[in-house]
């Protein structure tokens, strides 16, 4: 193998290494009281076979907020005040072929209450990987969270 193989198999290798998620395993937040309202978001394995949506993370929003980052197999969840909220999310960074808009998308939120988000890349060509941000009910959320890690969300400013 040359020089510049070598390297090159060393610096994905280190890529890959560093994307691995590193927080702990799925644990519920503490049930939310009647004053908020507690919002999971989680993001889905990649099942496209691009290893460029593998290291490319999704940022998480609300409003215009940044709350999280999340990498494959990772989820956050936040404390909000009920009422009416505004989600996106979008390619943290991207590449030549990962189209650069926000996914968005609105909910309002009741006291008390728990909701799930997930996010996935989905293709819609050859070209453009997309994201998509879904509510999934509580069951399904619950089977497919025991599978991630835990990575921590910033809190939205009052």
């Known amino acids: 193998m040359s020089v510049k193989g070598l ?3 060393v610096s994905i290798l280190s890529i890959l290494i560093a994307g691995c998620a590193t927080g702990p ?36 929003e609300i409003g215009s ?7 494959e197999n990772e989820y956050t969840w936040i404390r909000l005040e009920p009422g009416y909220h505004e989600l996106s999310a979008s390619w943290a960074r ?4 990962f189209k650069h808009e926000k996914v968005k ?11 799930y988000f997930r996010l996935e890349a989905i293709s819609f060509s050859h070209n ?21 890690r835990y990575t921590e969300s910033s809190p939205i400013k009052k």
């Open 65 to 71: 907020t940044k709350i999280a980052i999340l990498r």
């Open 25 to 60: 395993s799925y644990l519920p937040a503490a049930p939310p009281n009647e004053n908020e309202a507690l919002v999971y978001f989680y993001r889905l394995k990649t099942p496209l076979h691009d290893p460029q949506c593998k290291l490319v993370p999704t940022k998480v």
């Open 7 to 9: 390297f090159f198999s």
């Open 128 to 148: 453009i990987i997309r994201l998509s941000i879904r509510e999934i009910d509580p069951d399904t959320a619950g089977k497919e969270l025991v599978r991630f």
């Open 105 to 115: 998308g609105s909910k309002i939120l009741r006291g008390g209450e728990t909701y």
């Open 94 to 97: 991207g590449f030549v072929y």
